[in-house]
């Protein structure tokens, strides 16, 4: 059974684009590793902008920076 766990930041991600990743992950572990679809488990996790950093910055920090 796959796991797939996808991590992002919680920003404007609607309901439809996180459809098409679990559609695309699940498709994609079919076409390369012949997995089957119905037993193949795809998690989001949002994660806020202050706690997710790059560079010793927030992504929060740097987008108010236009990075």
Known sequence: ???VNIK???ENVTP???AALI???TQ???DVLDK?????VV????VHTDN???AGESITVRRKKGQ
């Not at 089957?36 to 193949?40: A, K, V």
């Not at 998690?43 to 949002?46: R, W």
């Open 8 to 10: 992002i930041t919680n």
């Open 43 to 46: 998690v989001i996790d949002e």
């Open 36 to 40: 089957n679809p119905n037993t193949t």
């Open 23 to 25: 559609k695309g992950a």
């Open 16 to 18: 439809e684009k996180k």
């Open 1 to 3: 059974m796959p796991y």
């Open 52 to 54: 997710w950093g790059i």
């Open 28 to 30: 994609l572990l079919v």
